[in-house]
Nanobody
């Protein structure tokens, strides 16, 4: 079992920046590929960013490329999502997730953290 806890609840203005953190506990963090997802009101949860176990490979949704950066610190059991040039359409609950294999199906999820971008 892996427990994930997001932090970085934020209310920011459009154009602003925010960094989300996700702390993992319970199992060896470096064994897991990590992802960030988000769910806007009335919409399905969608993929935002992915990072491999070592941090050597990342991937992003087209909607956030060039604005969001995913990173991880395996010594601190933490994955981050740095967000810049935020837009109102980035408003959502953001979730981190962990998977031991691949990057499509995630086994463990955090409780989510709200990000609100005002115009």
């Amino acid at each position: 079992q892996v427990q994930l806890a997001e932090s970085g609840v934020g209310l920011v203005q459009a154009g602003g920046s925010l960094r989300l953190s996700c702390a993992a506990s319970g199992r060896t963090f470096e064994n897991y590929n990590m992802g960030w997802f988000r769910q806007a009101p009335g919409k399905e949860r969608v993929f935002v960013a992915y990072i491999s176990r070592s941090g050597g490979r990342t991937d992003y949704a087209d909607s956030v490329k060039g604005r969001f950066t995913i990173s991880r610190d395996n010594a601190k059991n933490t994955v981050y999502l740095q967000m810049i040039s935020l837009k109102p359409e980035d408003t959502a609950v953001y979730y981190c997730a962990a998977t031991e294999t691949g990057r499509t199906f995630y086994d463990y999820w955090g409780q989510g953290t709200q990000v609100t971008v005002s115009s």
